[in-house]
């Protein structure tokens, strides 16, 4: 299995650029969260789709972040426009039956 | 209101000494425990869940964590530790429909030679 592939691993952007960022959840898995994790706020829970479903987003900071997951194999996570308090690594994960949250590598968002 | 402490921010053992990292919860239901691991750089890997049964659930490398409900705790253990295992450890809570996950703030396990 290749796991959740996220992708860039690495994105650097300037202040007011869109940023996207990609996920693959694990082929079978039937919900996809994307996290964010700062020094500061630690990991937070941003927004989580059951069946390509967003179910709750409550953990999206403003509305310059939007989510879809337009087929049970994909997802984006885009920021338009992004700042650099945006600045963080995103974490894209998905679950099975098991009831256990895989993760992905992450994408290192630097916003200058 | 859900929650998980991790009272331990930094750690340090000696390469072959045991070690318990402390994981404290708060869950008004039955909770579903798991504990993951990041290397730097790296996302996060499961090392091992609980969601009923036996309450010594064994996971990958080695690492070992026990169920205690009178205690809320889900400690982490292992008998000898590797270099290799210096990383941070996170224990997490999920709700019952797995849909939610509340993590801890993270221990950093450092391992001397």
């Known amino acids: 299995d290749a796991g959740v592939i996220q992708s860039p691993r690495h994105e650097v952007t300037e202040m007011g650029q869109e940023v996207t960022l990609r996920c693959k959840p694990i082929?079978?898995?039937?919900?996809l969260f994307w996290y964010r994790q700062t020094m500061m706020r630690g990991l937070e829970l941003l927004i989580y789709?059951?069946?390509?479903?967003?179910?709750?987003d409550s953990g999206m900071p403003e509305d310059r972040f939007s989510a879809k997951m337009p087929n049970a194999s994909f997802s984006t996570l885009k920021i338009q426009p992004s700042e650099p308090r945006d600045s963080a690594v995103y974490f894209c994960a998905s679950r099975g039956t098991q009831g256990a949250q895989y993760f992905g590598p992450g994408t290192r968002l630097t916003v200058t | 209101a859900q929650s998980v402490t991790q009272p331990d921010i930094h750690i340090t053992v000696s390469e072959g000494a045991s070690l318990e990292l402390r994981c404290n919860y708060s869950?008004?239901?039955?909770?579903?425990l798991f504990w993951y691991v990041q290397s730097p750089g790296q996302g996060l890997q499961l090392l091992l869940k609980?969601?009923?049964?036996?309450?010594l659930v064994q996971g990958i490398k080695g690492f070992e964590a026990e169920f205690k409900r009178s205690q809320s705790s889900f400690n982490l253990r292992k008998p000898s530790v590797h270099w290799s295992d210096a990383a941070e450890y996170f224990c997490?809570?999920?709700?019952?429909?797995?849909?939610?996950?509340?993590f801890g703030s993270g221990t950093k396990l450092n391992v001397k030679p």
């Open positions: 082929s079978g898995h039937n919900s």
């Open positions: 997490a809570v999920g709700q019952y429909n797995f849909n939610k996950f509340y």
């Open positions: 789709f059951n069946n390509n479903v967003p179910i709750d």
């Open positions: 869950y008004g239901a039955t909770p579903y």
């Open positions: 609980y969601f009923s049964g036996d309450t």
